[in-house]
């Protein structure tokens, strides 16, 4: 399995490097391109779950 590199839109995201996965900011975890769902158009992060998508979220208000 090889990691891609994506772009991150608001709706979509776009492969800029062909791979299998790409990995959660939040807790490192592989997240399958077919079961991406959370990810920050702005950070360009993606994120395993909507759990890991609100701590970061909770992460950054505090800065």
């Known amino acids: 399995m ?3 590199k994506l772009k991150f839109k ?3 995201f776009e ?3 062909p791979g299998d996965y790409v990995l959660c900011k939040v807790s490192g975890k592989k997240i399958k391109l077919s079961e991406l ?3 920050n ?3 360009q992060e993606a994120y395993f779950s909507y759990v890991e998508a609100a701590e ?3 992460q950054l208000k505090k800065k």
């Open 37 to 39: 769902k959370y990810w």
């Open 10 to 12: 608001p709706a979509n």
């Open 41 to 43: 158009v702005e950070l």
């Open 2 to 4: 090889k990691e891609a």
């Open 15 to 17: 492969i800029i490097n």
């Open 56 to 58: 970061r979220f909770n």
